[in-house]
């Protein structure tokens, strides 16, 4: 099983990224797909989660900027990012859960900087 994400880079604060994670590899069914991340000398923190059903959950940093999303069909995930702050810097990881077992992406660095 491989996730590959996409869409990092650098952005002007106010600015927005989107990030994509494709899953590849897997045959069965995703039941969660989400986003955590990691700032520099800091643990890695959860971000948003939706369910297979479309259900969501934001941390409480993001929410109201980001905006979570997936394709079933693609087994992809995306996250929308509005309204961006310098303290948004991180390495962005996805992760899906599936009845047997849980999966990270490699992920890809969102830089938020003048």
């Known amino acids: 099983v491989q996730l590959q994400a996409f869409g990092g880079g650098l952005v002007q604060p106010g600015g927005s990224l989107r990030l994509s994670c494709a899953v590849s590899?897997?045959?069965?069914?995703?039941?969660?797909m989400g986003w955590y991340r990691q700032a520099p000398g800091k643990q890695r923190d959860f971000i948003a989660v939706?369910?297979?059903?479309?259900?969501?959950n934001y941390a409480d940093a993001v929410k109201g900027r980001f905006t979570i999303a997936r394709d079933n069909a693609a087994n992809t995930v995306y996250l929308q990012m509005d309204d961006l702050k310098p303290e948004d810097t991180a390495v962005y990881y996805c992760?899906?859960?599936?009845?047997?077992?849980?999966?990270w992406g490699q992920g890809t660095l969102v830089t938020v900087s003048s």
């Open positions: 992760n899906v859960g599936t009845s047997a077992d849980n999966y």
């Open positions: 939706v369910t297979r059903g479309g259900m969501t």
């Open positions: 590899g897997f045959v069965g069914r995703i039941n969660f």
